[in-house]
T-cell receptor
Framework: GEEVAQTPKHLVRGEGQKAKLYCAPIKGHSYVFWYQQVLKNEFKFLISFQNENVFDETGMPKERFSAKCLPNSPCSLEIQATKLEDSAVYFC??????????????FGPGTRLLVL | DQQVKQNSPSLSVQEGRISILNCDYTNSMFDYFLWYKKYPAEGPTFLISISSIKDKNEDGRFTVFLNKSAKHLSLHIVPSQPGDSAVYFCAASGSGATNKLIFGTGTLLAVQP
């Protein structure tokens, strides 16, 4: 598609439950990124993929967070055993290629996760 | 360690006047800078970008200036319109092993009719 699509829009989980978020990048884009916006204006990088391969996972809390981008499927971000502090808006972004001058990342509308 | 800083949390401008949003960075390895606009409950929308080999990029009402020696960039919006009211984020990326964006904390722009 022409836009990054994210589902669901909202997700409510009890503490300790699993949460799974989905992202369909713009068609033809090679890179997918996940960001977490916890406080109102603070974006934290989680992980990036080049096609189905992890490119950079330095931002991922490894114990409970995992992510995948499989061929012909939406990318996913999964949180096992959610905690209250996981409450945030999770944004997915995609970009076409990576060049020396940099590439623009295009963002989806986000999934708002609330952990109670 | 905040590598990208937007020191003005908010800015109020009259319709038709110029809006100037500022951004400072500390990492000299950054080589690509972007501005995003964000409305509540929506994702960031790309506005304009600039490579570190340039000092100015213009797109319609939006111009971004980059001063590498000062590690400073600014976004100029002329003329400002009420529909420009939103939170503006600057972001930076480097050419190293990662392609992640580092975001500033945003500036809330209010354009008064």
């Amino acid at each position: 598609g022409e836009e990054v699509a994210q589902t669901p829009k909202h997700l409510v989980r009890g503490e300790g439950q699993k949460a799974k978020l989905y992202c369909a990048p713009i068609k033809g884009h090679s890179y997918v990124f996940w960001y977490q916006q916890v406080l109102k204006n603070e974006f934290k990088f989680l992980i990036s993929f080049q096609n189905e391969n992890v490119f950079d996972e330095t931002g991922m809390p490894k114990e409970r967070f995992s992510a995948k981008c499989l061929p012909n499927s939406p990318c996913s971000l999964e949180i096992q055993a959610t905690k209250l502090e996981d409450s945030a808006v999770y944004f997915c972004a995609s970009s076409p290629t990576r060049t020396a001058g940099g590439e623009t990342q295009y963002f989806g509308p986000g999934t708002r996760l609330l952990v109670l | 360690d905040q590598q990208v800083k937007q020191n003005s949390p908010s800015l109020s401008v009259q319709e038709g006047r110029i809006s100037i949003l500022n951004c400072d960075y500390t990492n000299s390895m950054f080589d690509y800078f972007l501005w995003y606009k964000k409305y509540p409950a929506e994702g960031p929308t790309f506005l304009i970008s600039i490579s570190s080999i340039k000092d100015k990029n213009e797109d319609g009402r939006f111009t971004v200036f980059l001063n590498k020696s000062a590690k400073h960039l600014s976004l100029h919006i002329v003329p400002s319109q009420p529909g420009d009211s939103a939170v503006y984020f600057c972001a930076a990326s480097g050419s190293g092993a990662t392609n992640k964006l580092i975001f500033g904390t945003g500036t809330l722009l209010a354009v008064q009719p």
